[in-house]
């Protein structure tokens, strides 16, 4: 590493200030323990960080030995996108349910449930909610992580999402500024680029942004994305014009400006994370997310040595890098003065599941929300005996992740003893007539994600429901396709308590729509 780093050196602690890194383990490592001891000021926990609510506990104790107010970030969205309860599926619907039923006391109680939640592990920033407008419905990365596709809804369901978490004292971080809704490319891969007018940006994406900062919002995320009629040289991450020209000066917000993580390759493959991150922090960021994929001691080094060097060589101005950690201290001020007055109970009163037991009690506000999104279509005569579920399954978005499981096989085999269930891709053979071996006699249950993205899917139902009239069909993504089956459910997400309030419906039946 180069040698003109100090730990001692006010520029060296500004920059270790503004990382927000990630790192592997249930306990703190030995070097992140040391970086916060030079100036770290954050860290991030993904689900590889966490077994129970009370190792997590423990490790945030352990973390914050030597700095009390040390932010401690998570990207704990509910709904599909979960941390806390990773290998079990969440507690919580996600944005899409909560947008559906439309409730704003709903979404706020939801919201400082999660967030109190959060605060008894410790947590104190939580990278949600998402206020992206789900406008295009292909969108492979947002879809129900999105309140919906009408702007307005999407707004008053933010501003209330924020005000819940924070009523918690885990301070809220709006994202993806200035929206990710209208993409057709996953940020995580490649850069996706939204070429719509002026007039457009400002009368969808950022309306509720807006809301988000009337509301108090502490925190927004930057998005990496391209949006010429803002910036047609720099996606939003690293523009000046709209981080700062648009955001700090137009929008009036002057709260804390976190990147997406900077190893993301819309970032990492145009400009590499070191060069990313100064220009991120030049334009007007004053944390960097970075950890998902990169989660070691060299990277956090790579990144301080980088900020160090561009202050030094005149490319980053000393005042800006003071600038952005000043902002990331006045955070952790805030979570600290917040912490006595958010650790009362959420704001319905309703307790669910400790984080990461997937152990439903049937009261928690998470599965009454759940419940209140489900939508059925058709009729169907109650379910008594084994069922078979087949699962129809495509890639899951890295923001999602492979190892939180969804569908409702678990839950209905709970309720169904002897139920048994089969998964099938793009690449099964002939995945219908499997599908009719493997079921026999039994009723068909149909898991599937976002059907109006997959032809495939789409195809497979309509022969499935053609060899079988009475199939049950549950929509767990963006319910944009045509019903199908001779019950069809959208449950408007995949969580846990989604999977639980579907198969209930399943078991119970129902002789005409529901909502």
């Known amino acids: 590493m180069t040698t003109l780093i100090s730990a001692t050196d006010t520029v060296t602690r500004d920059a270790l200030a503004v990382l927000q890194p990630g790192f592997t383990g249930t306990a703190a490592p030995d070097w992140v323990l040391r970086r916060v001891d030079e100036g770290l000021a954050s860290v ?12 997590v506990t423990a490790l945030t104790a352990q973390l914050r030995a030597g700095r009390e107010d040390l932010l401690v970030a998570i990207d704990e969205e509910g709904g599909d996108v979960t941390r806390l309860e990773v290998r079990t599926g969440s507690s919580f619907p996600g944005n899409l349910a909560l947008g559906h039923v439309d409730d704003l006391d709903l979404t706020r109680a939801v919201a400082q449930e999660l967030g109190r939640r ?28 999105s309140f919906g596709a009408d702007t307005r809804l999407v707004a008053r ?3 209330a999402y924020v005000e819940g978490l924070q009523a918690a004292g885990v301070a809220a971080c709006t994202k993806h500024f200035p929206g990710h809704g209208d993409t057709a490319i996953d940020s995580h891969h490649a850069m996706p680029r939204i070429d719509v007018d002026l007039e457009t940006l400002y009368a969808r994406e950022l309306v509720p942004f807006r809301a988000a900062i009337a509301a108090g919002t502490k925190c927004v995320m930057s998005a990496h994305i391209l949006l010429p009629a803002l910036d047609p040289d720099r996606p939003a991450t690293v523009s000046p014009r709209i981080l700062t020209g ?44 970075v950890g ?21 060589s005149g490319e980053l101005a000393e005042e800006r890098l003071a600038d952005a950690a000043a902002r990331v201290r006045a955070l952790a001020s805030w979570t600290q003065g917040a912490k006595k007055a958010g650790s009362g109970p959420g704001a319905a009163g309703q307790e669910g599941t400790a984080p990461g037991t997937g152990t439903g009690t049937g009261s928690g506000i998470g599965l009454v929300a759940a419940r209140r999104a489900v939508r059925a279509t058709g ?50 053979e002939a995945p219908v007539a499997a599908v009719l071996r493997a079921a026999g006699e039994r009723r068909i249950v149909v898991v599937v994600r976002d059907v109006h993205r997959h032809a495939w899917m789409g195809e497979a139902l309509d022969a499935l429901v053609a060899e079988r009239p009475d199939t049950v069909v549950v929509e767990m993504g963006v319910p944009q396709a045509a019903p199908r089956g001779g019950l069809h459910i959208a449950t408007h997400g995949a969580a846990r308590v989604c999977g639980l309030a579907a198969a209930e419906l399943v078991v119970r039946g129902t002789d005409g729509p529901t909502d």
Do not use: K
């Open 246 to 289: 648009l955001l700090r000066e137009e929008l009036g917000y002057d709260g804390l400006i976190v990147t997406d993580a900077v190893e993301m390759q819309a970032i990492a493959a145009t400009y590499g994370i070191e060069r990313g991150s100064v220009l991120a922090i030049a334009a007007g960021a004053d944390a960097l997310c």
């Open 292 to 312: 998902g994929g990169l989660e070691d001691d060299g990277t956090v080094l790579r990144l301080r040595d980088a900020l160090v060097r561009a202050v030094r």
């Open 157 to 159: 369901h933010t501003a």
């Open 379 to 428: 009729s169907a005569a109650p379910l008594t005996e084994p069922a078979y579920v087949a699962a129809f399954a495509s890639a899951s978005n890295i923001a999602v992740g492979d190892e939180t499981p969804w569908g409702v096989a678990a839950e209905l085999g709970r309720l169904l003893p002897g139920t048994e269930t089969g998964t099938y891709s793009s690449e099964t």
């Open 118 to 145: 959060l605060a008894e592990c410790g947590v104190n920033l939580n990278w949600a909610p998402s206020a992206d407008v789900n406008s295009n419905p292909g969108n492979p990365v947002i879809g129900v992580r």
């Open 44 to 55: 991030a926990l993904f689900g590889r960080n966490i077994r129970t609510p009370e190792q």
